[in-house]
């Protein structure tokens, strides 16, 4: 008792319940869909450079949008939006399935629908990050962010797997059509949550859209502990992330597909398992230590995966990556929801995306780069030694964020209600 996740939010919540349920569907395809894709470019091309490319692709518009997305999130109904990008979302899976069909699939296309998914992913990300705290009160959010983490982390671990046994099996058109079914049943559950209009704040001018965003950024400017999660979490993803280099990962250890597809999801794994254990999670005071700690952690055993060749202490090294990058997340969505106001909470997750999705994206295009240039185990073990020192740096020059406290939690605050406000 006190270790295995909290699930109080779905019992208290039925909006946050739904919200759960049709993200948890949906993500699962989406990750199907995030594994096939890049496979879909190596087996076209035999480069990991072009591998690496492709996020360079995807990376343009997901800073772009993830700020407007940020913006539309604060100004109108986040219920409405969340189903709009849903739908898009659906759109590219059905028009990736159709081109995988084709004897001779467009390489161009699959750039093209890579840098749609991501401007669709770019907005998704801070309708449901603004959306949460919406729904739930304060004092138990960190259960609901867990919670979150939980069918993230599942679907990153069992959705790659799942698309290397549907490739092999049945092809790219089939990997690509059962992400579309995800979307459709989230599509429907998602319809059942009730409207949520934007926040107003008494006094506060109205803004455009472009205004809206300077108006966050300038918020941001004066949150150094916000400004940090970025940072580190940036640091963590850029050198330590090797996610473009699994399919030739694969080949190196004399696998296909299906290796592939544990590789990519063997992270996933051992973060899902952490957070099944993060009860523990609310009894770390020092959060910014945490965080640290955790990145040190998940740079070290990234090192571990590229300096050895025997398959299984791979996939473990990979799966202790996992755990170590999940319990940093659950602490980084925490401080910023503790520290972020109702009405700014879009445009914060809006950058907060830009980041955490950026940050792998160039991860791919170092990764990539590096590989091909250098090799495969240099570029994998340099980058996990570089994320290492990089934490070590960062807690030695950002004291601020590195003795960062929880506050105390409120003491008259009811247990396990809706958080919901009167109007």
């Not at 360079?56 to 800073?63: G, I, R």
């Not at 597809?261 to 009894?283: C, H, I, N």
């Not at 170590?324 to 009405?343: E, F, K, N």
């Not at 570029?379 to 030695?396: D, L, M």
Request: proline share 6%; glycine share 12%; with cysteine.
């Amino acid at each position: 008792m006190g270790w295995l996740i909290d699930t109080t939010p779905l019992r208290v919540s039925r909006d946050f319940r739904r919200l759960w349920i049709g993200q948890a569907v949906s993500f699962l395809g989406s990750t199907i869909t995030v594994a096939a894709l890049p496979f879909q470019v190596f087996h076209r091309t035999g480069s990991s450079l072009d591998v690496g490319l492709l996020g360079a692709v995807q990376l343009v518009p997901l800073v772009s949008f993830s700020l407007l997305g940020g913006a539309f999130a604060d100004r109108v109904d986040k219920r409405r939006l969340l189903v709009g990008v849903t739908i898009a979302a659906m759109c590219c899976s059905v028009a990736l399935a159709v081109n995988a069909s084709f004897d001779r699939p467009q390489l161009w296309l699959l750039y093209a629908l890579g840098a749609a998914s991501s401007s669709v992913t770019a907005v998704t990300f801070p309708v449901l990050r603004s959306l949460l705290p919406l729904l739930l009160a304060e004092h138990v959010r960190p259960s609901a962010f867990a919670l979150q983490s939980t069918y993230v982390t599942f679907g990153a671990m069992a959705g790659p797997a799942v698309a290397g046994v549907l490739i092999a099996g049945f092809g790219l058109t089939t990997a690509y059509s059962v992400d579309v079914g995800t979307y459709v049943i989230a599509v429907i559950v998602f319809a059942g949550i009730a409207p949520s209009p934007p926040v107003s704040v008494a006094g506060a001018p109205a803004l455009g859209a472009l205004a809206s965003v300077v108006h966050g950024l300038r918020f941001l400017r004066g949150q150094s502990v916000v400004m940090s999660i970025f940072g580190i979490d940036l640091l963590a993803m850029v050198f330590g992330m090797p996610r473009a280099l699994f399919p030739a990962l694969a080949g190196r250890l004399g696998g296909g597909p299906t290796l592939y597809g544990f590789l990519v999801s063997a992270p996933a794994a051992g973060a899902f398992l952490a957070s099944l254990f993060s009860g523990w999670t609310g009894r770390v005071r020092r959060q910014g230590r945490a965080v640290l700690v955790a990145v040190a952690a998940w740079g070290a055993t990234i090192a571990l995966a590229g300096l050895v060749r025997v398959t299984p202490l791979v996939l473990v090294a990979l799966a202790c990556a996992g755990a170590a990058d999940t319990i940093s997340a659950v602490y980084r969505a925490t401080i910023a929801a503790a520290v972020t106001p109702d009405d700014l909470r879009g445009r914060v997750s809006g950058v907060e995306i830009a980041v955490y999705a950026g940050g792998p994206v160039l991860g791919d295009v170092e990764a990539g780069v590096v590989g091909g240039l250098a090799g495969l185990p240099f570029a994998i073990v340099s980058g996990g030694v570089a994320c290492v020192i990089s934490a070590g740096v960062f807690a030695a020059r950002v004291r601020s964020f590195a003795t960062y406290v929880r506050p105390s939690p409120p003491v008259s605050e009811p247990a396990g209600t809706d958080g919901r406000k009167s109007p």
